[in-house]
């Protein structure tokens, strides 16, 4: 069965502070993982990391896959308050392209 | 640009009673799937459909059915609603390809079972 584990569940910081948060996964037949933001409505994409992309940026925000260890992280840079959100990853597998989430690291961005 | 239409947005059940979330996506997207999310568990698939005319399981199934009526549609029906149903329900389709394989989220119902 495949599993996605999210790493912290919660977490605090200050602004300016700069985080890490963690996704680990063991999937059958790994195709991409997936990075989503959600703030009290539907996941928004932020990146999609793949065998051909394993590193990508935009911002604040960037994410590096390790194929070897079979993780990925999630490195925010000067927080401010609107990075509070959930964060969640997904992982998609070869046998199709439903989306298998972790259960989500909380982020809250304090003044 | 609709997108992914949910409705309801909010619904109120009592135990026992039945109800069909209905989807549709104007994307001519092949696959479509229903989510729910409770907290602190992340979004756990129920069904998904890859093609009009399929449909499979989900990791949670139990308690819930669905129809992939055309390629715009796939609603989600519970038949006798339970407490542990509560939760709120995300809507998705995909195209399968691209960045992101074309996700988009429907804005989700709130279902509360009481």
């Known amino acids: 069965e495949d599993k996605v584990v999210q790493s912290p569940l919660s977490l605090v910081v200050h602004e300016g502070d700069t985080v890490t948060l963690n996704c680990s996964y063991e999937?059958?037949?790994?195709?991409?993982l997936l990075w989503y933001k959600q703030e009290k409505k539907a996941p928004t994409f932020l990146f999609m990391l793949t065998s051909s992309g394993i590193e990508k940026k935009s911002g604040r925000l960037s994410s590096i896959l390790d194929k070897k260890e079979l993780s990925s992280i999630l490195n925010i840079t000067a927080t401010q308050t609107g990075d509070s959100a959930i964060y969640l990853c997904a992982v998609v597998s070869n046998s199709g392209y439903a989306l298998n989430f972790g259960k989500g690291t909380s982020l809250l961005v304090t003044p | 640009n609709a997108g992914v239409t949910q409705t309801p947005k909010f619904q109120v059940l009592k135990t026992g009673q039945s109800m069909t979330l209905q989807c549709a996506q104007d994307m001519n997207h092949n696959s479509m799937y229903w989510y729910r999310q409770d907290p602190g568990m992340g979004l756990r698939l129920i069904y998904y459909s890859a093609s009009e005319g399929t449909t499979d399981k989900g990791e949670v199934p139990n308690g819930y059915n669905v129809s992939r009526l055309n390629k715009r549609e796939f609603s989600l029906r519970l038949e006798s609603a339970a407490p542990s149903q509560t939760s709120v329900y995300f809507c998705a389709s995909s195209t399968g390809h691209g960045a992101n394989y074309g996700y988009t989220f429907g804005s989700g119902t709130r279902l509360t079972v009481v």
């Open positions: 999937v059958t037949n790994f195709r991409s």
